[in-house]
């Protein structure tokens, strides 16, 4: 590899990096709250807009979406240099010359995404939604969201497995009281045909 390629490749990687993170816009103290817009094409205030982007920045809302186009522009390159391999540089030049070119509508990503949530919420609600994850419990809980929820289900489903299992007990003891004694066919407790 020349230094030249190098040198494109990492400006790509930088580019990337600076243009697919979410850009997080400080929301404008306005007096005057907007109510949220219904969906549609209703006009939406800057200052609700603003408060959108930092609500939507705040949350991480299009975190998930960052690395679409740099694995798009992996996967092409393996598709191109597949059919011409001896082009290899070549092929990556140009696959990472087009990302770098579409790497600035990421932007618009994250307008279409803040009106999403200013239809939604009103300006006030969204500078609140900011404000908490914005700050330390907030930081706290998106990065520690996954590992309770994990840990949430986990719990949920021994507690589930639990409360068939005495829910079924109970039912069938029930159901040997109310018949004499005999336990349930086999299969017919089961709900199966």
Known sequence: MTFSQSMRRSAFAAAAAI?????????????????????????????????????????HATDQFDDILL????????????????????????????????????????????????????EDELNQVAGFYGSEAGKKLLAQGPEATRNMLRAAEVWSRGIVRDLRQAAFDGFRQMNGGQAPAAGGATGQN
């Open 71 to 122: 694995n798009a522009a992996t996967q092409i390159k393996s598709e191109l240099i597949a059919n011409r391999p001896d082009m290899e540089s070549k092929i990556s030049d140009l696959v990472d010359d087009a990302a770098v070119e579409l790497a600035p509508r990421r932007a618009d990503l994250e307008t279409e995404v803040a009106r999403i949530y200013a239809r939604l919420f009103s």
């Open 19 to 59: 243009l697919l993170c979410p850009a997080a816009v400080m929301a404008q103290q306005s007096g005057d709250q907007q109510p949220a817009a219904q969906a549609g094409n209703e006009d939406i205030g800057e200052s609700h807009l603003n408060a959108a982007r930092a609500a939507v920045a705040a949350i």
